[in-house]
């Protein structure tokens, strides 16, 4: 059991160059998530997904695009990376809805650390 | 939506004291809230699980409470050690998870 399992874990962009974060689980979590972290910011909510085909926007939207076209994989696609999309990348899934006891814990993944220049 | 508080960034203790961390939320009554523990270079990991019809919760060293009268939960870690040191952050559930900036503990020797 893997967990949520993100890659890369290091990456340096050139400004305008695009890429994408992975994000994969092993847990069969209908609740998957993107956040990004920087200093003295916390967790701020980029995308999130309730499930196969749903997507929405979270407090950060602007510059990055998800898609979920599996139960497993979330990944984050930034089309024209920017400097101020330099963070700290985190993944996390959990349960969702009533069904596992209703309360839902997040399984965050090791983070990706973005650097764009 | 959600605002979730978290007192003082950064919470020093000596090493076997009770810290005491604080998190607040604004809007509505959660059916439950979380704590997180983080490392530095590492991502969250859940420690406990609080919910609205709870008091209080225990785990080892780790207890937890709830008052919705308050929008408050308390998070204690008695007889602190220094490997408690990290920063812990409340969340909320509602529509996706709300996330305090997180407390910053550190237990001195």
């Known amino acids: 059991n893997a967990g949520v399992t993100q890659t890369p874990k290091f990456q340096v962009l050139k400004t305008g160059q695009s890429m994408t974060l992975q994000c994969a689980q092993d847990?069969?979590?209908?609740?998957m998530s993107w956040y990004r972290q920087d200093p003295g910011m916390g967790l701020r909510l980029i995308h999130y997904?309730?499930?196969?085909?749903i997507t929405d926007q979270g407090e950060v939207p602007n510059g990055y695009n998800v898609s979920r076209s599996t139960t497993e994989d979330f990944p984050l696609r930034l089309l024209s990376a920017a400097p101020s999309q330099t963070s700290v990348y985190f993944c996390?899934?959990?349960?969702w809805g009533q069904g596992h006891s209703g309360a839902n814990v997040l399984t965050f993944g090791a983070g990706s650390r973005l650097t764009v220049l | 939506s959600q605002k979730i508080e978290q007192n003082s960034e950064a919470l020093n203790i000596q090493e076997g004291k009770t810290a005491t961390l604080t998190c607040n939320y604004t809007?509505?009554?959660?059916?439950?809230l979380q704590w997180y523990r983080q490392d530095p270079g590492r991502g969250p990991v859940f420690l406990l699980l609080?919910?609205?019809?709870?008091k209080e919760k225990r785990k080892e060293r780790l207890k937890v409470t709830f008052d919705t009268t308050l929008k408050q939960s308390l998070f204690h870690i008695t007889a602190s050690q220094p490997a408690d040191s990290a920063t812990y952050l409340c969340?909320?559930?509602?529509?996706?998870?709300?996330f305090g900036t997180g407390t910053s503990l550190t237990v001195i020797p």
């Open positions: 996390a899934s959990s349960y």
């Open positions: 997904s309730v499930g196969a085909g």
């Open positions: 847990m069969n979590h209908e609740y």
């Open positions: 609080i919910r609205e019809n709870e």
């Open positions: 969340a909320v559930p509602g529509n996706q998870f709300y």
């Open positions: 809007n509505y009554s959660p059916a439950y």
